[in-house]
């Protein structure tokens, strides 16, 4: 139970896959409770994925209810092992900076609404939530993390983007 | 490297677009050993701008490097400033306010960008990024504005929002204002 340090990029497991969990055991507890406390010490951060803190599993955690765009619409403390996206609607652009790419934002699409099953941690069952807004943005952000994907992999525009038709003929 | 040790230039190089101006510009930075710090390179109108911060290991010169530049300039009728940065002028001050981003578009006339940006620059606005188009017809040309820019502390988004009102209704044009603050996961 520790604060971990962020890796950042280039280190090579962030663009790695993270292996599925076989089931919870006190490695996980250990590793959920990680990534709660580095994601309680970084200021502002609403989420952190394993491979974040040098661990190739596919376990993350957001927690968007203590920030100014989730406060309002938020499922609390998510502790997600082997998260999957069931479906996903809509479309919004955000800003996105990143822990392990430090200095840099970079606008992102992102689905506004996602449903997610995943096995919670803090209960030991499989759960499905439906997720918007910031927390659906949130986790679709640390889920990428789990597929070796940085927002740098997703930027739309590396500027404000307004580009001259191209022309058919 | 510890910035100390590096010495900076700002670097522009404007000409008629055409295949090759990067990469010739940048061949004589690589073979002086020069690093690109950030750069920006558009395409506006019919002409290639570049503009560059470069930094070389010291002992440099301002002379070494037009040296160098020059020739690959020439021979592709380009532009070419380049100016010595002062110890610490190439950090990038970091400024804590939201970000907006204020899109501006209507009829063509004079003075569309001077008295949006004037107004911003009277409550102390900081423009981050700025690109304009002339878009629409001969008959009917349209002018598009896109900036980006940092609120102080003691300016909310909605102030913004009011400060250009009178304007778009003096102008006849469209203004809006979107926060692109950051957010940090």
Do not use: W
């Not at chain 1, 599925?20 to 989420?47: C, E, N």
């Not at chain 1, 689905?111 to 919670?120: G, M, Q, S």
């Not at chain 1, 939530?129 to 739309?156: K, N, P, T």
């Not at chain 2, 070419?80 to 940065?85: A, D, E, I, P, T």
Request: hydrophobic share 40%; with cysteine.
């Amino acid at each position: 139970m520790a604060v971990q340090p962020i890796l950042k990029y280039p280190h090579p497991l962030l663009k790695k896959m993270a292996h599925r969990v076989d089931g919870l055991d006190a490695a996980i507890h250990a590793l959920v409770q990680d990534l709660l406390d580095t994601m309680q010490a970084g200021p502002g951060s609403v989420g952190v994925a394993a491979p974040q803190i040098g661990v190739g599993l596919r376990v993350c955690v957001v927690d968007v209810s203590n920030s100014r765009h989730g406060k309002d619409n938020n499922h609390g403390q998510l502790c997600m092992v082997n998260p999957e996206i069931i479906s996903r609607s809509g479309n919004a652009v955000m800003r996105e900076g990143c822990m392990s790419v430090p200095d840099y934002t970079g606008d992102v699409e992102r689905a506004t609404e996602i449903t997610v099953r995943f096995l919670d941690s803090e209960t030991g069952q499989e759960r499905e939530i439906v997720a918007s807004g910031f927390e659906a943005v949130a986790i679709q952000h640390e889920m990428d993390h789990l597929d070796g994907l940085l927002f740098l992999d997703r930027v739309i525009s590396v500027s404000t983007g307004l580009f001259r038709r191209k022309q058919y003929r | 490297m510890p910035h100390r040790e590096l010495t900076h230039y700002a670097v522009s190089v404007v000409g008629a677009d055409r295949p090759g101006i990067v990469a010739g510009v940048t061949e004589a930075l690589y073979k002086l050993g020069c690093n690109i710090a950030d750069s920006s390179c558009a395409m506006l109108a019919g002409e290639f701008a570049m503009i560059l911060i470069v930094s070389h290991k010291k002992p440099f010169t301002k002379a070494n490097l037009i040296e160098e530049l020059k020739p690959v300039c020439e021979q592709m009728a380009m532009t070419l400033s380049v100016r010595h940065l002062p110890q610490g002028e190439e950090d990038r001050k970091e400024t804590p306010g939201e970000i907006c981003q204020i899109t501006v578009y209507g009829a063509d006339q004079p003075g569309i960008v001077y008295r949006v940006t004037n107004t911003l620059a009277a409550r102390q606005i900081n423009i981050m990024d700025l690109q304009t188009k002339l878009a629409g017809t001969e008959q009917e040309p349209v002018y598009i504005m896109l900036l980006e820019a940092v609120l102080p502390d003691d300016c909310a988004p909605e102030t913004v929002e009011q400060l250009l009102n009178g304007l778009k209704q003096e102008l006849q044009v469209e203004i809006s204002v979107r926060i692109v603050t950051p957010v940090e996961l």
